[in-house]
């Protein structure tokens, strides 16, 4: 179990630069914050999302090797430990094998709270079968008859982070989060995915735009934003 004292954060993502992109700032401000934050990548996006490499000539393992050190430069710069499991893509195949380590990862670390993807994506199967994978294992991860070296675990929050076109992915945006003070650390972090370079700009005005959100609906003024959507109500003494 973690020996941090301000306990663990997850992130599950179901390719190896999703965390980057979608959940970058979350990761460095709790990384800030002294927060032990764990990174899981189902894949390493080989067959659907990197098509540059593909074009270059790159065999299947070149490109696997290339995603992994893309990605682990990524969570280096933002504080996060990461973790692969080669689970491929294209489909995502979440078997009971890789069921269980995602179960016993839970278990062992305790999350204080889970990102990962949203419920519905049109456009990407393997992302909403993370989802569906990740809440069927944190159901697991919380039943006492299950085989573990480890104690069950509470109630983590689960938050979903936004999709690439969250309007055709029913994506509700329930908290809007400043990533303004790591943006910058974000935004280095999207440049290690070379692979997918054609995604810098784009993130980079969706967290602007975030941002203009957040200030308006916090009053303050924010530059950077991040949005996430809750799968389970927020239980508190006082409404915020």
């Given at each position: 179990m973690t020996n941090n004292p301000k306990g663990t954060i997850t992130v599950v993502s179901a390719h190896s630069a999703d965390f980057v992109w979608r959940a970058g700032g979350a990761i460095a401000l709790y990384h800030d914050l002294g927060?032990?934050?764990?990174?899981?990548?189902?894949?390493?996006?080989?067959?659907?999302?990197?098509?540059?490499?593909?074009k270059q000539g790159r065999t299947l393992d070149e490109i696997k090797a290339i995603r992994r050190f893309e990605a682990e430069q990524a969570a280096e710069i933002l504080g996060a430990q990461v973790r692969f499991f080669d689970a491929g893509d294209y489909p995502l195949e979440t078997t009971k094998e890789l069921q269980d380590e995602i179960v016993q990862e839970f278990r062992e670390h305790r999350p204080e709270f889970i990102l990962t993807h949203s419920l519905t994506d049109p456009y990407n199967a393997?992302?909403?079968?993370?989802?569906?994978?990740?809440?069927?294992?944190?159901?697991?991860?919380?039943?006492?008859?299950?085989?573990?070296?480890?104690?069950?675990?509470?109630?983590?929050?689960?938050f979903l982070y936004e999709p690439h076109q969250p309007e055709q992915c029913n994506f509700q945006v329930d908290v809007l989060l400043n990533i303004t003070p790591v943006f910058e650390r974000k935004r280095k972090a999207m440049e290690c995915m070379a692979a997918q370079e054609h995604l810098w700009a784009y993130y980079t005005d969706?967290?602007?735009?975030?941002?203009?959100?957040?200030?308006?609906?916090?009053?303050?003024?924010?530059?950077?934003?991040?949005?996430?959507?809750?799968?389970?109500?927020?239980?508190?003494?006082?409404?915020v």
């Amino acid at each position: 179990m973690t020996n941090n004292p301000k306990g663990t954060i997850t992130v599950v993502s179901a390719h190896s630069a999703d965390f980057v992109w979608r959940a970058g700032g979350a990761i460095a401000l709790y990384h800030d914050l002294g927060y032990q934050v764990r990174v899981l990548c189902l894949s390493y996006g080989e067959r659907g999302e990197s098509a540059r490499l593909w074009k270059q000539g790159r065999t299947l393992d070149e490109i696997k090797a290339i995603r992994r050190f893309e990605a682990e430069q990524a969570a280096e710069i933002l504080g996060a430990q990461v973790r692969f499991f080669d689970a491929g893509d294209y489909p995502l195949e979440t078997t009971k094998e890789l069921q269980d380590e995602i179960v016993q990862e839970f278990r062992e670390h305790r999350p204080e709270f889970i990102l990962t993807h949203s419920l519905t994506d049109p456009y990407n199967a393997d992302h909403p079968r993370t989802t569906e994978f990740v809440l069927e294992c944190r159901i697991l991860a919380q039943a006492h008859g299950y085989p573990s070296d480890f104690p069950v675990i509470g109630a983590p929050p689960v938050f979903l982070y936004e999709p690439h076109q969250p309007e055709q992915c029913n994506f509700q945006v329930d908290v809007l989060l400043n990533i303004t003070p790591v943006f910058e650390r974000k935004r280095k972090a999207m440049e290690c995915m070379a692979a997918q370079e054609h995604l810098w700009a784009y993130y980079t005005d969706v967290a602007k735009r975030r941002g203009v959100q957040a200030g308006r609906n916090s009053g303050g003024s924010i530059q950077y934003g991040e949005a996430y959507q809750r799968v389970y109500p927020y239980v508190g003494e006082v409404l915020v």
